[in-house]
């Protein structure tokens, strides 16, 4: 539950290019206008000599200060400057981008007269504080309380940098999620609410500068995201590069002047056109008009939505490839997608809808939930769950994430000890402190299963890890805790700690609730599952038997080495070690029966010790 005084708990989509933010109210999300009236806001940040601008007032006054306006800076969060990708995108931007200590990429920007240097996370936070401030105008209370939304290929240090920038922004980061998880809430909500069977949706979200793609397997109360394609540098600032470098091309042609050389005109250019890029989506022809561009030449042109087309088919036609690489990595056919979702900005351009609809042999695409919104929608359903502002009814319609299927370990024996049970909800932290050493070894395998049987080597084995360095010791002696710990994303670590000497070592396995196992390898195991079932209970019961017999033995092994006058008791072990040996399958009762037998002639000695 949220504290007294921190308001409403809100979802931020945190976009490349815009940001959303939406609040759960009265059975459903809101979308929160800004002090402009519009529903999404520009992730800009504007440095000038006076002031520091957040938001659709920065990206106004963009032409005016190009070099000191900062956007974009999703592409740089949690990377490190000498990411390819960091250098390529560095040569686009018109402010300067330079390597901070230990390979940080860091903003340099002139504000109020000084030369200032910002860590992404920084400029971010400012956003994100701007999103924090617009929910706190429109609610009257503050706002401390917030799910923020990522792309799905986001890893581990971009998500980590993302949260630090909510925290800078002040507020509490109740989770990061992945936008298509987010934008499948709203989806749900608004399509799944009567029946309960499952459906194969594609989420494709083609924005301003990323797309993504992802297919979800959802039914009423569990999504899986069966497999996810996309490509971090397409999107409406791809469409709208080319089409500005055409109309730098004619402005060329005709005044024999290259503006390139000028970055406001330059920007000034890319803004009239992006504005005049959305007409493309209702008109055929759409008018790009600038007073004095470039030395004081006027500039008019007319573009065709065929032309803006032909600049870009290559593009849209990337964004389809992307799709059949999704369905081919989810084994799916297109015939059984169910639904395609529409979500980004540029979702709205006619011929993208015209290619997937194609592709998809004339399926209706699904354009119930806003493009723009529904990422945000999502997130605010997210964090109203997680603080327990929303009605009830919604936790039925909503998808939990789930495992579906167990969770464990298995150290020396083929023995699966479950952690982490089939079906609990993720994010999930479970420890287990049942682990011991076998004779003086240094190093213990640790081998992670997925699966219901109890015989390990009956599951799917998803890895395994060694722990090396620990004392040598007698069995038994050493006590391991397994801690399994499954993110909110779908990322498994384990790890194991030998409690006597700290030493640790752990595995990192992605995606646990996506792609681990396939649908029918999921069914295959639980049906298996069942069909043993009788089968396996007395495999565990023998197997628990002959491992409390163990204890047994080798826990008096371990009293008896450190006494001088054992007696023949040191050869009644040996012979009992051996018999185990011998002895590695075999019916309960057998492994009951030896414990007693031994049992009644060992006590009465250990009482002596
Ligand atoms: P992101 O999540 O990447 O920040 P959005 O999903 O908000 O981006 O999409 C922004 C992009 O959508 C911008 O490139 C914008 O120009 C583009 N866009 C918005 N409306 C339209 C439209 N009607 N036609 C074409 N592109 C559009
Ligand atoms: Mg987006």
Redesign the pocket.
């Known amino acids: 539950m949220a504290g007294e005084n921190e308001g409403p708990a809100i979802g931020i989509?945190l976009?490349?290019?815009?940001?959303c933010v939406a609040v759960w109210q009265k059975d459903r999300a809101v979308i929160i206008p800004n002090e402009q009236g519009n529903r999404?806001t520009s992730?800009y940040v504007s440095f000038t000599e006076t002031e520091r601008l957040v938001g659709d007032a920065a990206m106004d006054i963009v032409a005016l200060n190009p070099a000191n306006t900062v956007f974009d800076t999703k592409r740089l969060i949690g990377r490190r400057f000498s990411d390819p990708l960091v250098q390529s995108d560095k040569k686009l931007w018109p402010f300067k981008v330079i390597c901070g200590a230990n390979d940080k990429p860091m903003i340099s920007v002139n504000y109020k007269g000084e030369e200032k240097l910002f860590a992404a996370e920084q400029i971010s936070s400012m956003v994100l504080a701007k999103m924090k401030e617009i929910a706190e105008a429109f609610l009257g209370c503050n706002v401390k309380n917030a799910v923020i939304t990522v792309p799905a290929y986001f890893n581990d240090s971009q998500r980590r940098a993302t949260k630090d920038a909510g925290t800078l922004s002040g507020l509490n980061v109740l989770r990061i999620i992945a936008e298509p998880t987010a934008a499948a809430i709203a989806y749900g909500l608004d399509k799944m609410s009567s029946g309960s069977e499952e459906k194969n949706v594609l989420i494709f979200d083609l924005?301003?500068?990323?797309f993504d793609v992802s297919l979800l397997t959802m039914v009423k109360s569990t999504s899986k995201v069966k497999s996810t394609a996309g490509d971090t540098h397409l999107?409406?600032?791809d469409f709208?590069n080319r089409v500005v470098n055409y109309l730098v091309q004619a402005f060329e042609t005709r005044h024999k002047k290259d503006i390139r050389d000028n970055p406001r005109a330059l920007r000034r250019l890319w803004t009239a056109w992006?504005r005049a890029?959305?007409n493309?989506?209702f008109m055929a022809q759409t008018n790009i008009g600038m007073d004095c561009l470039y030395q004081g030449i006027d500039f008019e042109y007319k573009l065709t939505r065929e032309k803006f087309e032909e600049l870009n088919l290559e593009l849209f036609e990337k964004c389809i490839g992307h799709v059949e690489k999704c369905l081919k990595d989810g084994k799916m056919d297109k015939k059984s997608v169910h639904d395609v979702v529409l979500v980004?900005?540029?979702t709205?351009?006619p011929k993208v809808q015209q290619l997937l609809q194609d592709f998809f042999n004339g399926k209706q695409l699904c354009k119930s939930i806003h493009?723009?919104e529904a990422v945000a929608y999502g997130a605010a359903v997210q964090a109203a769950i997680l603080t327990g502002q929303d009605n009830h009814e919604i936790r039925d319609l909503i998808w939990w994430d789930v495992t579906p299927l167990s969770l464990g370990i298995s150290v020396n024996e083929n023995e699966m000890r479950v952690v982490v049970p089939k079906n609990t909800t993720i994010p999930t932290k479970k420890e287990d402190a049942a682990f011991t050493n076998p004779d003086h070894k240094t190093g213990i395998t640790f081998m992670v299963y997925e699966g219901e049987r109890p015989r390990a080597s009956d599951n799917i084995q998803l890895g395994e890890f060694v722990l090396s360095g620990i004392p040598s010791a007698l069995r038994g002696v050493l006590k391991f805790n397994v801690c399994f710990e499954i993110d909110a994303n779908g990322i498994l670590t384990v790890s194991a700690e030998d409690k006597t000497s700290g030493k640790t070592n752990s595995i990192t396995i992605s995606n646990v609730k996506g792609m681990l196992s396939s649908k029918d390898e999921i069914e295959r195991m639980l049906e298996e599952a069942e069909r043993f079932e009788l089968e396996d209970s007395e495999h565990k019961k023998s197997f628990n038997a002959r491992k409390a017999l163990e204890k047994y033995v080798y826990g008096t092994r371990n009293i008896v080495v450190t006494k001088v006058q054992a007696g023949n008791l040191e050869d009644e072990i040996k012979k009992a070690i051996k018999w185990l040996e011998e002895h590695r399958d075999g019916e309960s009762e057998v492994f009951e029966n030896k414990t007693k037998e031994l049992k009644s002639f060992w006590d009465p000695i250990l009482k002596n010790f």
């Open positions: 989509d976009g490349t290019t815009y940001s999404i992730s924005g301003g500068g990323t999107g409406g600032e709208d992006e890029k959305r493309l989506s980004g900005g540029s709205r351009i493009p723009d």
